[in-house]
């Protein structure tokens, strides 16, 4: 099982971007999936959560508003708008999938089993 993210890179503050995720080896139409970011020397932290039909998302405080995440089950996908870019906002943005019967996800790492590599965003001032 692979996830592949992508569409990280360097934007001035109020720029966007848009991250993506493919997974490949097997299919998580059921699950919920998720992107976190880390700052090195910090702890990872949640962005977002979308269900498994995409009807319902959820977003840490500070990017609510700002953020989108969407899903597409036909491409085993997970996406990330991100507008109104903020230095803050500067990090490796990592996409999660969950396994066995957690299908809601979780906002904390531990809820997660597979990983994507990690794509730096770094939003200048």
């Known amino acids: 099982v692979q996830l592949q993210a992508s569409g990280g890179g360097l934007v001035q503050a109020g720029g966007s971007l848009r991250l993506s995720c493919v997974a490949s080896?097997?299919?998580?139409?059921?699950?919920?999936l998720a992107w976190f970011r880390q700052v090195p020397g910090k702890e990872r932290e949640f962005v977002a959560l979308?269900?498994?039909?995409?009807?319902?998302?959820y977003y840490a405080d500070d990017v609510k508003g700002r953020f989108t995440i969407s899903r597409d089950n036909t491409k085993n996908a997970v996406y990330l708008r991100m507008n109104n870019l903020k230095p803050e906002d500067t990090a490796d943005y990592y996409c999660?999938?969950?396994?066995?019967?957690?299908?809601?996800?979780?906002?904390?790492?531990?809820?997660?089993?597979?990983w994507g590599q990690g794509t730096q965003v770094t939003v200048s001032s």
């Open positions: 979308v269900s498994w039909n995409g009807g319902r998302t």
């Open positions: 999660a999938a969950p396994s066995g019967s957690n299908y809601s996800g979780s906002y904390s790492e531990e809820g997660y089993d597979f």
């Open positions: 080896g097997r299919t998580f139409s059921s699950y919920a």
